[in-house]
């Protein structure tokens, strides 16, 4: 039986968030340090796991990236010491802590990734940039991370 790309990356990403879900639920022991400690845990331990393969995760679907954003979500509430009765929306939290959303955020990461491959091995970035233009029509599952970069930057989504 084969399984479908989308199977696949269902799998990677529920792999990829439980990994994440689970380093900040270690973190939690830390929930009386001050904020900016728990933010530079944060960075180090869960968002780290949550966008470590920055290519294949960059060209996923908005659903799939929406839920990456809910475990930083959680993770922005935990930083903040948020308890249920605020009301605060996400985007707020989100000001408040200094944290791009996932979409941005692994936007910028991909453009970055694509400019150092350019800078430092032209010859590869050359053989990668011809290798997808010889290519007449993009494959609807596999979209390309190159073509996605050139693009305008992703409109900020909290949700």
Not at 33 to 55: G, N
Not at 61 to 75: H, V
Not at 80 to 94: I, K, L, P, R, V
Request: hydrophobic share 35%; net charge positive.
């Amino acid at each position: 039986m084969i399984k479908s790309c989308n199977a696949q990356t269902g799998i990677h990403l529920k792999r990829t968030k439980a990994i994440a879900q689970n380093n900040l639920s270690r973190l939690y022991r830390f929930k009386h340090m001050h904020p900016d400690t728990k933010r530079k845990l944060y960075l180090a331990y869960v968002q780290s796991a949550l966008i470590y393969p920055v290519i294949p995760l960059h060209i996923l679907s908005p659903t799939y990236i929406s839920k990456l954003q809910r475990a930083q979500n959680r993770a922005t509430r935990f930083i903040t010491n948020a308890e249920w009765h605020d009301f605060n929306t996400s985007a707020q939290f989100h000001r408040h802590t200094k944290i791009p959303p996932i979409n941005t955020l692994l936007h910028e990461h991909a453009k970055r990734i694509w400019t150092n491959i350019e800078n430092m091995h032209p010859k590869l970035y050359l053989h990668l940039t011809f290798s997808q233009e010889t290519k007449q029509i993009p494959h609807r599952a596999f979209p390309s991370s190159k073509t996605k970069i050139l693009g305008p930057r992703p409109i900020l989504k909290y949700t």
